[in-house]
């Protein structure tokens, strides 16, 4: 399952690096130290995106942790805080963590219904 979630952060800072406009590094082992680190660092000299990347079929369910992490590096860096959906066969959605579901607990779900009707395409994120 890393290794899928590793493949689309790849993925993704292609897409930012092949557009010659925008620039993108992936953040090496992001989640596994207490540091708050997106999966994904992009910028075109002015904007600055920090995106957390996940990628599923189905429903994807984060913990409240990821989106306090995600706020937290975000504020401290002077960057946008995205995550980033990708649904197999579907593509991805961009979406900001107050357009995310709660759920009960201390949760919160994207579905591909959700990213559909809140999430923005690559294309309208980075012409934002």
């Known amino acids: 399952m890393k290794s899928k979630g590793s493949r689309a952060e790849r993925e ?5 690096n092949d557009t010659k406009i925008w620039a ?15 999966d994904v660092l992009t910028g075109n000299g002015k ?21 306090k992490q995600l706020l937290e590096f975000s ?10 959906i990708k649904f197999n066969n579907r593509g991805w959605f961009f979406l900001k963590p107050s357009d995310l579901n709660k759920t009960k607990g201390d949760s919160y779900s994207v579905s ?6 809140k999430g923005l395409s690559f294309d309208q994120l980075i012409n934002l």
């Open 12 to 16: 993704l800072v292609h897409m930012f």
């Open 24 to 38: 993108a590094i992936r953040i090496a082992g992001s989640g596994l130290t207490s540091d708050p680190n997106p």
């Open 47 to 67: 904007r600055y995106l920090s995106i957390e990347c996940k990628s599923t079929k189905d429903t994807k369910y984060l913990v409240e942790n990821d989106i």
């Open 75 to 84: 504020s401290r860096f002077g960057a946008e805080p995205w995550f980033g």
């Open 112 to 117: 591909l219904l959700l990213a559909k009707e």
